[in-house]
Protein backbone atom coordinates (compact mmCIF):
# COMPACT_ATOMS: atom_id res chain seq x y z
CA UNK A 1 0.00 0.00 0.00
CA UNK A 2 2.71 2.49 1.03
CA UNK A 3 4.49 1.69 -2.30
CA UNK A 4 2.12 2.23 -4.52
CA UNK A 5 1.25 5.52 -2.82
CA UNK A 6 5.04 6.68 -3.34
CA UNK A 7 5.06 5.31 -7.40
CA UNK A 8 2.22 7.90 -7.67
CA UNK A 9 3.91 10.93 -6.12
CA UNK A 10 6.51 10.46 -8.73
CA UNK A 11 9.78 11.59 -8.15
CA UNK A 12 13.27 12.04 -10.40
CA UNK A 13 13.71 8.84 -13.07
CA UNK A 14 10.61 7.22 -11.44
CA UNK A 15 10.40 3.67 -12.64
CA UNK A 16 7.97 0.51 -11.93
CA UNK A 17 8.30 -0.89 -8.58
CA UNK A 18 10.96 -0.13 -5.93
CA UNK A 19 14.24 0.24 -5.98
CA UNK A 20 17.47 2.41 -6.44
CA UNK A 21 16.17 5.86 -7.94
CA UNK A 22 18.50 7.35 -10.07
CA UNK A 23 19.10 11.32 -9.22
CA UNK A 24 19.55 14.45 -11.75
CA UNK A 25 23.78 13.24 -12.24
CA UNK A 26 23.01 9.72 -12.29
CA UNK A 27 24.08 8.89 -9.17
CA UNK A 28 21.71 7.00 -6.50
CA UNK A 29 19.20 9.82 -4.95
CA UNK A 30 19.29 9.42 -1.04
CA UNK A 31 16.01 7.81 -0.30
CA UNK A 32 12.94 10.06 -0.10
CA UNK A 33 11.23 10.43 3.36
CA UNK A 34 8.53 7.69 3.56
CA UNK A 35 4.84 9.50 3.53
CA UNK A 36 3.55 10.15 7.16
CA UNK A 37 3.62 7.16 9.02
CA UNK A 38 0.18 7.79 10.81
CA UNK A 39 -1.72 7.93 7.60
CA UNK A 40 -0.30 4.44 6.81
CA UNK A 41 -0.84 3.03 10.43
CA UNK A 42 -3.99 4.34 10.62
CA UNK A 43 -5.88 2.21 8.01
CA UNK A 44 -5.03 -1.41 8.57
CA UNK A 45 -5.97 -0.76 12.03
CA UNK A 46 -9.15 1.28 11.68
CA UNK A 47 -10.16 -1.70 8.68
CA UNK A 48 -9.55 -4.81 11.13
CA UNK A 49 -11.42 -2.78 13.74
CA UNK A 50 -14.51 -1.92 11.56
CA UNK A 51 -14.69 -5.82 10.20
CA UNK A 52 -14.34 -7.14 14.21
CA UNK A 53 -16.93 -4.31 15.48
CA UNK A 54 -19.32 -5.62 12.30
CA UNK A 55 -18.96 -9.04 12.09
CA UNK A 56 -18.66 -10.05 16.21
CA UNK A 57 -22.18 -9.76 16.89
CA UNK A 58 -23.28 -11.75 13.49
CA UNK A 59 -20.72 -14.38 14.26
CA UNK A 60 -21.65 -14.29 18.17
CA UNK A 61 -25.19 -14.74 17.57
CA UNK A 62 -24.38 -17.60 15.93
CA UNK A 63 -23.10 -20.47 17.91
CA UNK A 64 -20.92 -23.78 16.70
CA UNK A 65 -17.27 -24.46 15.94
CA UNK A 66 -16.73 -22.83 12.27
CA UNK A 67 -18.08 -19.62 13.80
CA UNK A 68 -15.31 -19.78 17.25
CA UNK A 69 -12.81 -20.63 14.64
CA UNK A 70 -13.99 -17.96 12.41
CA UNK A 71 -13.64 -15.15 15.34
CA UNK A 72 -10.03 -16.77 16.18
CA UNK A 73 -8.98 -16.49 12.86
CA UNK A 74 -10.01 -12.54 12.89
CA UNK A 75 -8.55 -11.37 15.94
CA UNK A 76 -5.37 -13.49 14.66
CA UNK A 77 -5.93 -10.95 11.76
CA UNK A 78 -6.56 -7.91 13.59
CA UNK A 79 -3.81 -8.11 15.90
CA UNK A 80 -1.34 -8.88 13.00
CA UNK A 81 -2.67 -5.53 10.78
CA UNK A 82 -2.32 -4.11 13.94
CA UNK A 83 1.36 -5.12 14.87
CA UNK A 84 2.49 -4.77 11.29
CA UNK A 85 1.55 -0.88 11.74
CA UNK A 86 4.80 1.71 12.02
CA UNK A 87 5.47 2.82 15.06
CA UNK A 88 7.41 5.67 15.86
CA UNK A 89 9.44 4.26 19.17
CA UNK A 90 12.95 4.44 19.24
CA UNK A 91 15.86 1.40 18.34
CA UNK A 92 16.77 -0.04 21.36
CA UNK A 93 20.43 -1.47 21.32
CA UNK A 94 21.62 -4.50 23.52
CA UNK A 95 25.36 -5.44 24.48
CA UNK A 96 26.39 -7.28 27.45
CA UNK A 97 26.84 -5.57 30.54
CA UNK A 98 30.62 -6.96 31.25
CA UNK A 99 33.12 -8.99 29.44
CA UNK A 100 35.66 -11.03 31.55
CA UNK A 101 38.48 -12.79 29.42
CA UNK A 102 41.83 -14.05 30.34
CA UNK A 103 45.16 -12.19 28.41
CA UNK A 104 45.68 -13.27 25.37
CA UNK A 105 42.69 -14.73 24.48
CA UNK A 106 39.69 -13.78 21.87
CA UNK A 107 36.39 -11.67 23.01
CA UNK A 108 33.49 -11.35 21.30
CA UNK A 109 31.55 -8.08 21.78
CA UNK A 110 28.06 -8.98 20.88
CA UNK A 111 26.23 -5.99 20.00
CA UNK A 112 22.34 -6.30 18.48
CA UNK A 113 19.01 -3.83 18.48
CA UNK A 114 15.71 -3.87 18.27
CA UNK A 115 13.40 -1.63 15.68
CA UNK A 116 9.87 -1.52 15.15
CA UNK A 117 10.81 -0.89 10.98
CA UNK A 118 12.25 -3.55 9.02
CA UNK A 119 16.21 -3.33 8.95
CA UNK A 120 16.86 -1.48 5.94
CA UNK A 121 20.01 -1.85 3.63
CA UNK A 122 21.46 1.27 4.98
CA UNK A 123 22.02 0.07 8.82
CA UNK A 124 25.17 1.08 10.75
CA UNK A 125 27.34 -0.15 13.21
CA UNK A 126 29.59 1.55 15.16
CA UNK A 127 31.89 0.77 17.78
CA UNK A 128 34.05 3.00 19.96
CA UNK A 129 36.24 2.23 22.66
CA UNK A 130 37.28 4.52 25.74
CA UNK A 131 40.00 2.90 27.63
CA UNK A 132 40.12 3.06 31.71
CA UNK A 133 40.49 6.37 33.08
CA UNK A 134 40.56 8.28 30.17
CA UNK A 135 38.18 10.77 29.45
CA UNK A 136 38.37 10.59 25.38
CA UNK A 137 37.14 7.65 23.16
CA UNK A 138 38.41 6.52 20.14
CA UNK A 139 35.83 4.90 16.74
CA UNK A 140 37.47 1.47 16.26
CA UNK A 141 34.74 -0.18 14.08
CA UNK A 142 32.20 1.54 11.63
CA UNK A 143 30.11 -0.60 8.92
CA UNK A 144 28.06 1.42 6.48
CA UNK A 145 26.76 1.08 2.94
CA UNK A 146 27.28 -2.92 3.51
CA UNK A 147 30.84 -2.94 4.37
CA UNK A 148 33.07 -2.97 7.51
CA UNK A 149 35.47 -0.81 8.47
CA UNK A 150 37.94 -1.79 10.98
CA UNK A 151 40.42 -0.09 12.74
CA UNK A 152 43.85 0.00 11.18
CA UNK A 153 45.64 2.67 12.66
CA UNK A 154 44.48 2.75 16.44
CA UNK A 155 45.42 0.20 19.34
CA UNK A 156 43.28 -3.02 17.75
CA UNK A 157 44.98 -2.62 14.01
CA UNK A 158 44.76 -6.21 12.63
CA UNK A 159 43.46 -7.39 15.80
CA UNK A 160 39.72 -6.50 15.45
CA UNK A 161 37.53 -8.64 13.01
CA UNK A 162 33.63 -8.20 12.22
CA UNK A 163 31.79 -11.25 12.74
CA UNK A 164 28.06 -10.07 13.02
CA UNK A 165 25.57 -10.28 10.23
CA UNK A 166 23.09 -6.78 9.94
CA UNK A 167 20.57 -9.00 8.17
CA UNK A 168 19.86 -10.40 11.67
CA UNK A 169 20.93 -6.91 12.93
CA UNK A 170 23.61 -8.23 14.66
CA UNK A 171 26.91 -5.83 14.64
CA UNK A 172 29.49 -8.12 16.89
CA UNK A 173 32.97 -7.47 16.74
CA UNK A 174 35.77 -10.08 18.09
CA UNK A 175 39.30 -8.84 19.53
CA UNK A 176 42.06 -11.05 19.41
CA UNK A 177 45.08 -11.30 21.69
CA UNK A 178 44.31 -9.19 24.74
CA UNK A 179 46.41 -7.41 26.96
CA UNK A 180 45.96 -5.23 30.36
CA UNK A 181 45.59 -2.65 27.94
CA UNK A 182 42.63 -3.79 26.81
CA UNK A 183 40.46 -2.79 29.67
CA UNK A 184 37.91 -0.47 28.77
CA UNK A 185 34.26 0.85 27.93
CA UNK A 186 33.27 -0.46 24.61
CA UNK A 187 30.36 1.11 23.62
CA UNK A 188 28.44 0.16 20.40
CA UNK A 189 25.65 2.48 18.15
CA UNK A 190 23.60 1.41 15.83
CA UNK A 191 21.38 2.58 12.94
CA UNK A 192 18.57 1.76 11.10
CA UNK A 193 17.25 4.57 8.89
CA UNK A 194 14.47 5.97 9.17
CA UNK A 195 14.81 4.93 13.31
CA UNK A 196 17.88 6.60 14.06
CA UNK A 197 16.54 7.77 17.77
CA UNK A 198 18.59 5.49 20.03
CA UNK A 199 20.71 5.33 23.00
CA UNK A 200 24.34 3.72 22.79
CA UNK A 201 24.73 0.65 25.35
CA UNK A 202 27.79 0.08 26.48
CA UNK A 203 30.06 -2.93 27.51
CA UNK A 204 32.68 -3.01 30.00
CA UNK A 205 35.63 -5.45 29.30
CA UNK A 206 37.99 -6.39 31.90
CA UNK A 207 41.02 -8.27 31.64
CA UNK A 208 42.50 -10.94 34.11
CA UNK A 209 45.50 -13.05 34.47
CA UNK A 210 43.28 -16.00 35.76
CA UNK A 211 39.58 -16.24 35.83
CA UNK A 212 38.71 -15.43 39.52
CA UNK A 213 36.08 -17.23 41.60
CA UNK A 214 32.94 -14.93 41.56
CA UNK A 215 32.32 -14.24 45.21
CA UNK A 216 29.72 -16.31 46.65
CA UNK A 217 29.90 -19.07 44.47
CA UNK A 218 31.86 -21.80 47.19
CA UNK A 219 29.66 -20.41 50.35
CA UNK A 220 26.49 -20.93 48.31
CA UNK A 221 28.05 -24.41 47.35
CA UNK A 222 28.85 -25.41 50.34
CA UNK A 223 25.74 -24.60 52.31
CA UNK A 224 23.26 -25.89 49.63
CA UNK A 225 25.09 -29.42 49.67
CA UNK A 226 24.74 -29.16 53.51
CA UNK A 227 21.46 -28.24 53.59
CA UNK A 228 20.70 -30.68 50.94
CA UNK A 229 22.16 -33.85 52.71
CA UNK A 230 20.26 -32.64 55.93
CA UNK A 231 16.71 -32.68 54.11
CA UNK A 232 18.14 -36.24 52.17
CA UNK A 233 18.78 -37.53 55.48
CA UNK A 234 15.08 -36.88 56.82
CA UNK A 235 13.50 -38.06 54.09
CA UNK A 236 15.13 -41.12 54.44
CA UNK A 237 14.21 -41.51 58.05
CA UNK A 238 10.64 -41.12 57.19
CA UNK A 239 10.95 -43.14 54.66
CA UNK A 240 12.33 -46.06 56.56
CA UNK A 241 9.79 -45.32 59.55
CA UNK A 242 7.14 -45.08 56.71
CA UNK A 243 8.23 -48.85 54.89
CA UNK A 244 8.65 -50.52 58.55
CA UNK A 245 5.21 -49.64 59.23
CA UNK A 246 3.96 -50.79 56.59
CA UNK A 247 6.01 -54.16 56.83
CA UNK A 248 4.41 -54.09 60.36
CA UNK A 249 1.05 -53.90 59.29
CA UNK A 250 1.40 -57.28 56.90
CA UNK A 251 3.08 -58.97 59.42
CA UNK A 252 0.36 -58.53 61.61
CA UNK A 253 -2.46 -59.11 59.23
CA UNK A 254 -0.66 -62.42 57.90
CA UNK A 255 -0.88 -64.72 60.80
CA UNK A 256 -5.09 -63.52 61.08
CA UNK A 257 -5.13 -65.24 57.96
CA UNK A 258 -3.84 -68.13 58.74
CA UNK A 259 -5.60 -68.78 61.73
CA UNK A 260 -8.99 -68.28 59.66
CA UNK A 261 -9.32 -70.01 56.50
CA UNK A 262 -12.44 -69.44 55.47
CA UNK A 263 -10.54 -65.74 54.93
CA UNK A 264 -8.90 -67.23 52.07
CA UNK A 265 -11.52 -68.65 50.24
CA UNK A 266 -14.55 -66.28 51.13
CA UNK A 267 -16.48 -67.16 47.77
CA UNK A 268 -16.45 -71.12 48.37
CA UNK A 269 -17.41 -70.35 52.14
CA UNK A 270 -20.32 -68.38 50.53
CA UNK A 271 -21.43 -71.25 48.04
CA UNK A 272 -21.09 -73.44 50.89
CA UNK A 273 -24.04 -71.60 52.36
CA UNK B 1 11.88 -27.51 86.52
CA UNK B 2 10.83 -23.63 85.13
CA UNK B 3 13.95 -22.30 86.15
CA UNK B 4 16.15 -25.53 84.52
CA UNK B 5 13.97 -24.89 81.00
CA UNK B 6 14.96 -20.98 81.29
CA UNK B 7 18.49 -21.33 82.07
CA UNK B 8 18.40 -24.05 79.20
CA UNK B 9 17.03 -21.38 76.83
CA UNK B 10 19.00 -18.45 77.30
CA UNK B 11 22.42 -20.27 77.26
CA UNK B 12 20.58 -21.15 73.66
CA UNK B 13 19.40 -18.11 72.98
CA UNK B 14 23.33 -16.40 74.05
CA UNK B 15 24.96 -19.04 71.60
CA UNK B 16 22.63 -17.79 68.81
CA UNK B 17 23.33 -14.07 69.65
CA UNK B 18 26.97 -14.21 69.79
CA UNK B 19 26.76 -16.10 66.61
CA UNK B 20 24.71 -13.82 64.76
CA UNK B 21 27.19 -10.65 66.17
CA UNK B 22 30.05 -12.72 65.47
CA UNK B 23 29.59 -13.14 61.87
CA UNK B 24 28.03 -9.24 60.72
CA UNK B 25 29.91 -7.20 62.54
CA UNK B 26 33.35 -6.39 60.70
CA UNK B 27 35.90 -6.84 63.45
CA UNK B 28 37.71 -10.08 62.78
CA UNK B 29 41.09 -8.23 61.95
CA UNK B 30 41.96 -4.62 63.13
CA UNK B 31 44.82 -2.75 62.88
CA UNK B 32 44.63 1.11 63.71
CA UNK B 33 43.40 2.14 60.36
CA UNK B 34 41.07 -0.76 58.75
CA UNK B 35 38.90 -3.16 60.27
CA UNK B 36 37.97 -6.43 58.30
CA UNK B 37 36.05 -9.39 58.45
CA UNK B 38 34.23 -11.98 56.24
CA UNK B 39 32.41 -9.83 54.06
CA UNK B 40 34.64 -6.39 53.76
CA UNK B 41 37.56 -4.40 54.38
CA UNK B 42 36.48 -1.58 56.07
CA UNK B 43 39.50 0.92 56.22
CA UNK B 44 39.04 4.90 57.67
CA UNK B 45 41.28 7.42 56.84
CA UNK B 46 40.44 10.99 58.44
CA UNK B 47 37.20 9.93 59.46
CA UNK B 48 35.87 8.68 56.12
CA UNK B 49 34.66 5.14 56.06
CA UNK B 50 35.59 3.31 52.93
CA UNK B 51 34.36 -0.61 52.84
CA UNK B 52 35.33 -2.56 49.78
CA UNK B 53 34.22 -6.17 49.51
CA UNK B 54 36.63 -8.59 50.34
CA UNK B 55 38.91 -10.13 46.90
CA UNK B 56 37.17 -13.91 46.33
CA UNK B 57 39.02 -16.24 47.74
CA UNK B 58 38.54 -19.77 48.61
CA UNK B 59 39.42 -20.67 51.88
CA UNK B 60 37.50 -17.13 52.91
CA UNK B 61 34.44 -18.43 50.89
CA UNK B 62 34.30 -21.63 53.05
CA UNK B 63 34.54 -19.81 56.75
CA UNK B 64 31.44 -17.58 55.09
CA UNK B 65 29.69 -20.66 54.19
CA UNK B 66 30.34 -22.43 57.75
CA UNK B 67 29.37 -19.74 59.77
CA UNK B 68 25.90 -19.25 57.93
CA UNK B 69 25.69 -22.95 58.89
CA UNK B 70 26.24 -22.68 61.85
CA UNK B 71 23.67 -19.96 62.52
CA UNK B 72 20.90 -21.74 60.63
CA UNK B 73 21.66 -25.34 62.54
CA UNK B 74 21.50 -23.46 65.49
CA UNK B 75 18.06 -21.63 64.68
CA UNK B 76 16.96 -25.55 63.60
CA UNK B 77 17.93 -27.05 66.88
CA UNK B 78 16.17 -23.78 68.83
CA UNK B 79 12.92 -24.98 66.90
CA UNK B 80 13.16 -28.53 67.31
CA UNK B 81 13.69 -28.06 71.18
CA UNK B 82 10.38 -26.79 71.13
CA UNK B 83 8.32 -28.95 68.58
CA UNK B 84 9.99 -31.62 70.94
CA UNK B 85 9.32 -30.09 74.52
CA UNK B 86 5.64 -31.04 73.30
CA UNK B 87 5.60 -34.05 71.57
CA UNK B 88 8.43 -36.17 73.41
CA UNK B 89 7.08 -38.93 75.63
CA UNK B 90 8.52 -38.86 79.33
CA UNK B 91 11.60 -40.02 79.86
CA UNK B 92 12.79 -38.74 76.68
CA UNK B 93 15.93 -37.48 75.72
CA UNK B 94 16.51 -34.38 72.68
CA UNK B 95 18.41 -35.92 71.15
CA UNK B 96 17.61 -34.32 67.26
CA UNK B 97 18.20 -30.62 69.41
CA UNK B 98 21.29 -32.08 71.18
CA UNK B 99 22.68 -33.17 67.27
CA UNK B 100 21.42 -29.87 65.91
CA UNK B 101 23.40 -27.63 68.51
CA UNK B 102 26.30 -29.74 68.59
CA UNK B 103 26.63 -29.76 64.54
CA UNK B 104 26.25 -25.92 65.00
CA UNK B 105 29.23 -25.58 67.56
CA UNK B 106 31.26 -28.12 65.08
CA UNK B 107 31.03 -26.03 62.14
CA UNK B 108 31.78 -22.62 64.15
CA UNK B 109 34.78 -24.59 65.47
CA UNK B 110 35.89 -25.37 61.93
CA UNK B 111 35.21 -22.19 60.95
CA UNK B 112 37.07 -20.14 63.16
CA UNK B 113 40.12 -22.78 62.92
CA UNK B 114 40.28 -21.99 59.24
CA UNK B 115 40.10 -18.08 59.46
CA UNK B 116 43.18 -18.53 62.10
CA UNK B 117 45.23 -20.45 59.72
CA UNK B 118 44.79 -18.85 56.39
CA UNK B 119 44.12 -15.40 57.70
CA UNK B 120 47.63 -14.31 56.76
CA UNK B 121 46.94 -15.28 53.11
CA UNK B 122 44.84 -11.99 52.86
CA UNK B 123 45.71 -10.27 56.11
CA UNK B 124 48.87 -8.28 56.73
CA UNK B 125 51.20 -9.28 59.46
CA UNK B 126 50.72 -6.30 61.57
CA UNK B 127 46.82 -6.98 62.06
CA UNK B 128 45.60 -8.44 65.08
CA UNK B 129 42.21 -10.35 65.76
CA UNK B 130 39.39 -8.28 66.81
CA UNK B 131 36.55 -9.12 68.97
CA UNK B 132 34.28 -10.45 66.53
CA UNK B 133 36.67 -13.59 65.88
CA UNK B 134 37.27 -14.00 69.54
CA UNK B 135 33.54 -14.15 69.85
CA UNK B 136 33.17 -17.13 67.70
CA UNK B 137 35.85 -18.62 69.87
CA UNK B 138 33.38 -18.06 72.85
CA UNK B 139 30.46 -19.31 70.65
CA UNK B 140 31.77 -22.40 69.86
CA UNK B 141 32.53 -23.91 73.69
CA UNK B 142 28.66 -22.01 75.00
CA UNK B 143 27.27 -24.62 71.40
CA UNK B 144 28.70 -27.52 72.68
CA UNK B 145 27.76 -27.13 76.32
CA UNK B 146 24.13 -26.41 75.45
CA UNK B 147 24.56 -29.70 73.29
CA UNK B 148 25.80 -32.07 75.28
CA UNK B 149 23.26 -30.59 78.10
CA UNK B 150 20.11 -31.16 75.59
CA UNK B 151 21.74 -34.91 74.94
CA UNK B 152 21.70 -35.80 78.74
CA UNK B 153 18.60 -33.73 79.84
CA UNK B 154 15.62 -36.39 79.96
CA UNK B 155 12.16 -34.87 80.16
CA UNK B 156 10.06 -34.62 83.04
CA UNK B 157 6.39 -33.99 83.70
Known sequence: MEEEEWNNKGGPGAGPGSGVWLGINGYPAPRAPRPHSLHSSVSPALLSSLILLVSAPALAARRGRQTEAMLTLLVLTAAVLLGAAPRSDAIVIYTGWERHALVGSDVRLSCSFFSWRWTSEDVTFSWSYRPDGARDSISIFHYTGGAPYVDNKGPFRERLEFVGNPARRDGSILIRNLDFNDNGTFTCDAKNPPDIVGRPSSVRLLVFEKVPIQAGVITGAIIGVVLGLLILVVAIYYLMRFLVARRVFNLSVRPALQSNPALHYPIHSLRAK | ?157
Open chain 2, 1 to 157: MLILLCGIIFLHVAAIALLFVSTIVSAWTVNPTSSGDLWVNCTSSNGAYNCETLETGVWIQVVQALMILSIIFSFLSLFLFFCQLFTLQKGGRFFLTGTFQILASLFVMSGAIIYTIMSPEWTAPSDSFGFAYILAWVAFPLAFISGLIYVILRKRE
